[in-house]
């Protein structure tokens, strides 16, 4: 079992994976930038951090290892435990953690982790395939050299008509070197704005689609759920069930009462779930007092009604 390789794929897809009683990896929108002591060009991309503090568990990285391993929940919670305590361990003792794709972890003096995350994955599938790059820098002094070299190696003769004439040539030489250089840097620049505009549309693009997405994002939090006021057309529930599949999380609550309204009309047990911190309504398809029922009714949600349901687990 790989679970470095199951958090890296849930990063592509989510900002905030938990390892729980370790800590949780979060991503964050990076613009493409131009390095330029260097002259390379950076596309855009996420950057990723942890924090120690993140450590309850939201159900997320367990549910998707269950799902691909064909275990049970409780099974992988115990093997993820092992393995947090090996980690734990292994930075206690001074040694350097290092996780494949992530980054390293160790201890400072005062028993903090310090993260240094990888940069050799971006985790942006929006700039999938794009790599950085070093550009050339215009040097017009070389250009200079070039043409005075050339014009050494050019034989020539000056004959008395002729003779005039040759005092305006140097004029000319130095003339043509600088239209060569303003050519040259015009190019230059007609190439730099079009990788700026191109960088722009992506970024457009980028924001149009979290735009899009923003009604049903997904956070995760262990902590309770803040209900709404009483004025709700939506009935509110006191659960005693801990593991909710979730349909969806939306910013405001007359979409979130939609929702719930279109599950009922297909026959779903659907209900408004309350109000996480982030101000997001969470509305579910079920709710389960059993965890290995609730991860089986996703399985089935996700294979007959959608794709991004997923599973929240409150104590």
């Not at 979060?26 to 450590?55: G, R």
């Not at 070039?146 to 050494?152: F, S």
């Not at 939306?250 to 047990?269: D, H, I, S, W």
Request: charged share 25%; aromatic share 10%; hydrophobic share 40%.
């Amino acid at each position: 079992m790989s679970v470095e390789q199951y958090i890296s794929e849930l990063l592509y897809r989510y900002n905030c994976v938990v390892i729980p009683e370790f800590g949780a990896f979060l991503t964050q929108m990076k613009s493409a930038f131009i390095d330029s002591s260097s002259n390379t060009f950076y596309p855009p991309s996420k950057s990723l951090s942890f924090n120690e503090q993140l450590t309850s568990n939201d159900g997320l990285l367990i549910s998707y290892m269950a799902e691909a391993e064909n275990a049970t929940y409780e099974t992988i919670l115990k093997d993820i435990n092992i393995k947090v305590k090996e980690w734990k361990k292994s930075l206690r003792q001074g040694e350097r953690l290092q996780i494949s794709n992530l980054g390293d972890f160790r201890l400072n003096k005062e028993g903090k982790m310090l993260f240094q995350p990888s940069k050799q994955v971006n985790f942006l599938t929006s700039s999938f395939g794009l790599t950085s790059f070093v550009t050339v820098p215009v040097v017009r002094e070389i250009l200079k050299e070039e043409v005075v070299a050339l014009e050494d190696k050019v034989p020539f003769i000056i004959t008395p008509e002729e003779r005039n004439k040759s005092a305006i040539r140097p004029f000319l030489k130095y003339a043509a070197i600088v239209l060569l250089a303003i050519s040259t840097g015009l190019t230059g620049y007609r190439a730099y704005n079009e990788t700026v505009a191109n960088q722009l549309l992506t970024q457009q693009k980028a924001q149009e689609i979290i735009s899009n997405s923003i009604q049903e994002a997904t956070f995760f939090d262990s902590r309770p759920l803040e209900l709404p006021a009483l004025h709700l057309e939506v009935t509110k529930k006191v659960f005693k069930k801990q593991h909710h599949v979730i349909a969806g999380a939306f910013r405001e609550l007359n979409n979130a009462e939609r929702k719930v309204k279109q599950l009922r009309e297909k026959g779903y047990n659907a209900s408004y779930l309350g109000k996480n911190k982030f101000g997001l309504h969470h509305v579910t398809f079920d709710s389960f007092e059993d965890p290995s029922e609730a991860l089986a009714y996703l399985k089935n949600i996700r294979l007959t009604e959608s794709r991004d349901a997923w599973l929240l687990s409150v104590k």
